[in-house]
């Protein structure tokens, strides 16, 4: 990406700090970046007065007695401050974005579910309006659990902005390229890749390639941070360095513009007479990050057996139960499987964890067919699931010899919580009727005598 690139108006901190343009690389890191010179202070963070006439102001992303190796703030030196781009709200309905608790009448969640890719349509829908809900779970108002989504992106924010309250968003494009224009930089982001919106940013959505789909994990919870490696140690998995935070850059524009704000589930919008991404400078370790899912880097088992899909986690937010996450994401990707004498797919299980997963592309090894890409499969807690009649019968008698999955690429959004389907879910997506139908020709093979079968 270009300076010529950027938003008309926007102007961007002229060197990266790294090896990617326009990025700083790193997770969690405490970063500083300015897009004019001398805009950062330096040696404080609130001088009587700032450079440039710009405004400090602090944005906290945790409560400021947290401990310090989870406690995260930026300062910010913006042209206005944040209450400048705060008016008189009026209440509007974003109809297809719901949050938890949300348990509708006639519903039911109990069940292994499977969708097809929600269609685009011919509406001219935006980051707002076309977001949709597929399942909720615990309670936005005591900040735990999180929503799954899927977005369907076809035309930008023009002059429109957005903030979330109540939650972090967790993107993960299937299809077409979006741009997240936000007070702290510019983050671009296409398939095979994620970002992290933190909650309380203000930012944009432009379409750069479309349409645009795929999946939102909304976490109302404690933010998501690299699990720990334990005896794994230092490396592979996904590494602090493939990360990567947005350099400075702002727009100084007067406009008629509206700011949208998602606060305990309502939606409220104001007007202002400019755009609020005027940010010139900052430093701190709350900030938007990219991720390239390709460089994730899987361990598994090298002899025998299949270890947990826990061995696959990307992300995690935890609980207040230790070991026990809010949410996990886990990613499946290509991979080698090497193991001896060992039926390779997933196995069949039951899970205090509840399971929803999506299709990015290519096929899943422990679902041949009906799992498609931009498809979406929800396994509620304690609810059995494992492979299909093929899929069993092929692992079971195939070669053991080196195999690589390739071309494939899935994920999990995990929840210690029961998922709760919306109406969209269960009456408006494509859902597939007859996928708990993919385990009936499973046989008996028991017959009383000894020996594999």
């Known amino acids: 990406m270009t300076q010529q ?52 102001e602090q944005l906290s992303g945790t409560a400021f007695t947290a401990p310090a190796h989870q406690n995260e703030r930026t300062w910010c030196y913006r042209i206005r401050p944040s209450v400048k781009h705060s008016g008189r709200y009026q209440r509007i309905d974003l109809p297809y974005w719901k949050t938890a608790p949300h348990v509708p009448e006639g519903v039911t969640s109990l069940g292994q579910y499977r969708w097809d890719p929600v269609p685009h349509s011919d509406a001219a829908l935006t980051w707002l309006t076309g977001m949709r809900t597929m399942t909720t779970a615990g309670d936005v108002n005591t900040q735990v659990g999180m929503a799954s989504h899927i977005y369907l992106v076809t035309d930008s924010m023009r002059d429109a902005y957005f903030y979330s309250a109540d939650s972090e968003l967790l993107v993960v494009p299937q299809e077409g390229r979006l741009r997240f224009s936000t007070e702290l930089g510019v983050i671009d982001l296409a398939p095979q890749e994620i970002a992290i919106i933190p909650r309380g940013l203000v930012y944009r959505v432009e379409l750069l390639e479309g349409p645009a789909r795929g999946f ?4 109302y919870g404690q933010k998501f941070d690299l699990p720990g490696r334990g005896p794994i140690g230092a490396n592979c998995m996904a590494n602090r360095r493939d990360f990567k935070t947005p350099v400075a850059a702002f727009e100084d524009r007067e406009t008629p513009s509206t ?89 069949y299980h039951k899970n205090v964890m509840s399971e929803l997963m999506g299709n990015i592309y290519g096929q899943y090894d422990a679902k041949p067919q009906g799992f498609v890409p931009g498809g979406m499969s929800l396994h509620n807690m304690m609810l059995p699931h494992g492979p299909d009649r093929e899929a069993f019968e092929g692992a079971s008698i195939a070669e053991l010899k080196p195999q690589k999955l390739a071309d494939t690429m899935s994920f999990m959004f995990e929840t210690r919580f029961p998922q709760h389907l919306t109406e969209f879910a269960g009456r408006e997506a494509p859902l597939q009727d007859d996928y708990v139908d993919c385990w009936d020709g499973i046989e008996k093979k028991f017959d009383g005598t000894p020996g594999p079968k």
């Open 259 to 347: 700011l949208t704000i998602k606060w305990c589930g309502q939606f409220h919008t104001c007007e202002i007479g400019h755009s609020p991404l005027d940010v010139v400078a900052w430093h701190g370790n709350y900030a938007p990050v990219k991720y390239d899912l390709t460089t994730y880097c899987p361990v598994g088992a090298v002899l025998f057996d299949h270890p947990d899909p826990s061995i696959f986690t990307v992300l995690t937010a935890p609980s207040g139960v230790e070991g026990t996450a809010n949410i996990d994401f886990v990613l499946f990707r290509d991979r080698w499987m090497v193991a001896e004498d060992t039926f390779r797919p997933p196995w």
């Open 216 to 219: 939102v994990c909304e976490n």
């Open 5 to 56: 690139e950027l938003p008309e108006g926007m102007i961007r901190a002229p060197h990266s700090g790294g090896t990617v343009e326009g990025y700083m690389p790193g997770f969690g890191n405490d970063f500083e970046t300015e897009a004019l010179p001398g805009a950062l202070p330096q040696g404080m963070n609130s001088p009587q007065k700032c450079n440039y006439g710009l405004y400090g």
